[in-house]
């Protein structure tokens, strides 16, 4: 290996041009909680007066060990047509005019934590009582 190969190579090891960018970087990630991605720090960095390009940024979040959260994707229920349709009785006419005449349900799903939960309550349409549920 020639001599100033084995210097050049020397000073460039040494020296970490993005050492600045990479504390800023993480002090953004840390600020946010984790919930800023490549994309948001680099916007973060730009308005601060620190010109870089994303793709850097994310070789540098990559290399520092920084990951953003992943935001779960909202549940929903309608898929299309999904077995038998029930035929419409109420026709949309949502008034009842003694008790116990419409009974109305529905499921509901909740997330909570890990888990899943359903909800469903009976609602008699003469006065808005939910009369069960489970």
């Known amino acids: ?30 600020k946010h909680k984790g919930r800023y991605g490549y994309r948001r720090i680099t916007d973060e960095l730009r308005k601060s007066g620190t010109i870089i390009n994303h793709k850097t940024v994310l070789k540098l979040m990559n290399s520092l060990g920084l990951k953003s959260l992943i935001l779960r994707k909202k549940y929903k229920s309608y898929k299309g047509e999904q ?31 890990n888990q ?4 469903s309550p009976i609602l008699d349409l003469y006065n808005q009582v939910i009369i069960s549920y489970d």
Do not use: C
């Open 1 to 30: 290996m020639a001599r100033s190969s084995f210097y050049y190579y020397l000073k460039r090891s040494k020296t970490d041009k993005y050492l600045e960018v990479k504390i800023l970087i993480t002090k953004i990630f840390h």
């Open 116 to 119: 899943k939960l359903y909800l």
């Open 83 to 113: 077995g038998k349709i029930a035929p419409n009785i109420l026709k949309r006419v949502f008034k009842a005019n003694r008790p116990n005449q419409k009974w109305v349900t529905d499921i509901t799903e909740f997330k909570v934590g």
